[in-house]
């Protein structure tokens, strides 16, 4: 068991990663109204890529074994194309705060990708939570777009499965390598075709974009696409996964006051009290056990976004 120091640093160190991914939504939608999904998404996994490849180069990692390349591409997929581009297409549309609620299911999602991918059994109790998670998310978008699914809210959802597919394949690889070392292969990988659609998407008038839309850019390729995975999963390391994890049942209020702060968007009651209800699912499905396959390699490691 982890000393009190152990695991107050790890709260620290995992607050930090929290707060750094809750940014993610309101930094995309500032960006992309100006410089479009596209490139937004390209320039971020770009800009990571470049510091992954510092990173391994500076710390002499070891690459990844032939078996874990199947994982590898689900990380790619999931984490570094999939939940960029698909929550960059619905920030076209829908305010940061609506994608917060949204996204709240998403560690629902990642328990569920868990027991297709890496061989975990969710319990029935969980099954029951995630329902009822799940179906204040839907009452929340059918509310607020009036009794219709948009395709903002399906580009939601399929940014986080995938990001929940890219958890569940990298913590499969994590009982092998670092998990730090994960993401920044798959940053690695997805480099050169990130580079190349930068160049086909750069703005025609990069002068005329703003300084805002361009920090943003920096911000989301940084941290939420790499420095955050650091501090994040210290903290996990330190206090362990079960305490510090529920430092992400905050993420959702964060980047709803993260909206409101840097977007002036402005939260009703009824966003909040869905957030309230789902996190209050979520929570309730985090009590519930969850059991692995005899093949398992290794138990989910990270529920952030």
Same mark, same amino acid.
């Given at each position: 068991?982890?000393?009190?120091?152990?695991?107050?640093?790890?709260?620290?160190?995992?607050?930090?990663?929290?707060?750094?991914?809750?940014?993610?939504?309101?930094?995309?939608?500032?960006?992309? $109204?100006?410089?479009? $999904?596209?490139?937004?998404? =390209?320039?971020?996994?770009?800009?990571? !890529?470049?510091?992954?490849?510092?990173?391994?180069? #500076?710390?002499?990692?070891?690459?990844?074994?032939?078996?874990?390349?199947?994982?590898?591409? #689900?990380?790619?997929?999931?984490?570094?194309?999939?939940?960029?581009?698909?929550?960059?297409?619905?920030? /076209?549309?829908?305010?940061?705060?609506?994608?917060?609620?949204?996204?709240?299911?998403? $560690?629902?999602?990642?328990?569920?990708? &868990?027991?297709?991918? +890496? &061989?975990?059994?969710?319990?029935?109790?969980?099954?029951?939570?995630?329902?009822?998670?799940?179906?204040?998310?839907?009452?929340?978008?059918?509310?607020?777009? &009036?009794? /219709?699914?948009?395709?903002?809210?399906?580009?939601?959802?399929?940014?986080?499965l995938g990001a929940a597919f890219g958890y569940a394949g990298g913590a499969r690889i994590a009982a092998d390598l670092p998990a730090l070392d994960v993401i920044a292969w798959a940053l690695v990988v997805s480099l050169p075709p990130a580079a190349l659609l930068s160049v086909v998407y750069w703005p025609p008038a990069?002068?005329?974009?703003? +300084?805002?839309?361009?920090?943003?850019?920096?911000?989301?390729? @940084?941290?939420?696409?790499?420095?955050?995975?650091?501090?994040?999963?210290? &903290?996990? @390391?330190?206090?362990?996964?079960?305490?510090? !994890?529920?430092?992400?049942?905050?993420?959702?209020?964060?980047?709803?006051?993260?909206? +409101?702060?840097?977007?002036?968007?402005?939260?009703?009651?009824?966003?909040?009290?869905? =957030?309230?209800?789902?996190?209050?699912?979520?929570?309730? =499905?985090?009590?519930? $056990?969850?059991?692995?396959?005899?093949?398992?390699?290794?138990?989910?490691?990270?529920? !952030?976004?």
């Open positions: 068991m982890p000393a009190d120091g152990a695991i107050l640093k790890g709260y620290g160190l995992g607050l930090v990663g929290m707060l750094l991914f809750s940014l993610s939504l309101p930094a995309t939608r500032l960006a992309v $109204p100006e410089l479009g $999904p596209a490139f937004v998404t =390209a320039a971020r996994v770009g800009l990571a !890529g470049l510091m992954a490849v510092a990173y391994l180069a #500076l710390a002499r990692q070891r690459r990844p074994r032939r078996r874990h390349w199947p994982d590898l591409a #689900l990380v790619v997929g999931g984490v570094v194309i999939g939940f960029p581009l698909f929550s960059a297409l619905a920030m /076209r549309t829908v305010e940061a705060s609506h994608g917060g609620v949204v996204l709240a299911i998403m $560690p629902l999602m990642t328990v569920a990708t &868990g027991a297709i991918v +890496a &061989g975990e059994r969710p319990s029935r109790r969980f099954w029951l939570a995630a329902l009822g998670g799940s179906s204040v998310v839907l009452a929340f978008v059918l509310w607020q777009s &009036g009794g /219709r699914i948009v395709p903002a809210d399906l580009f939601l959802l399929a940014a986080g990069p002068l005329e974009v703003s +300084a805002e839309a361009w920090a943003a850019v920096l911000y989301v390729a @940084a941290f939420p696409q790499f420095l955050a995975f650091f501090f994040w999963y210290g &903290g996990l @390391a330190l206090g362990g996964i079960g305490k510090v !994890g529920q430092l992400q049942l905050l993420q959702v209020y964060c980047t709803l006051g993260f909206s +409101a702060l840097l977007l002036g968007e402005r939260t009703d009651l009824v966003t909040w009290l869905a =957030a309230l209800l789902t996190v209050l699912f979520v929570w309730l =499905a985090r009590q519930a $056990p969850v059991g692995r396959a005899r093949n398992t390699r290794a138990h989910l490691k990270h529920r !952030g976004g």
